[in-house]
Nanobody
């Protein structure tokens, strides 16, 4: 089981990026798929999660209204559309799968993709 995150890069404040997380195996066929991030010198924090059915979506307060999580079960891929980016969104973003809860209990993690937002 592998998760491959991509789509990170350098963007100016106010810009947009779309992250993708492609899974091999059955990683996204049950439970939650989520995105987390870790900024330099800080602990990893929850960003967003979506249930495999698409029926439950959860966001961190800091990204509500700016980020949108979605999934394509046919492609076994989860996306994170990030709009109105701020310098404080700069972090390594990790995708995760097999979560029992939106914000915890994940069994699978991707390698991370770096997002840098310049002011």
């Amino acid at each position: 089981v592998q998760l491959q995150a991509s789509g990170g890069g350098l963007v100016q404040a106010g810009g947009s990026l779309r992250l993708s997380c492609a899974a091999s195996g059955r990683t996204f066929s049950s439970g939650f798929a989520g995105w987390f991030r870790q900024a330099p010198g800080k602990e990893r924090e929850f960003v967003a999660a979506i249930h495999w059915s698409g029926g439950t979506i959860n966001y961190a307060d800091s990204v509500k209204g700016r980020f949108t999580i979605s999934r394509d079960n046919a492609k076994n891929t989860v996306y994170l559309q990030m709009n109105s980016l701020k310098p404080e969104d700069t972090a390594v973003y990790y995708c995760a799968g097999g979560g029992y809860f939106p914000r915890s209990g994940y069994g699978y993690w991707g390698q991370g993709t770096l997002v840098t937002v310049s002011s």
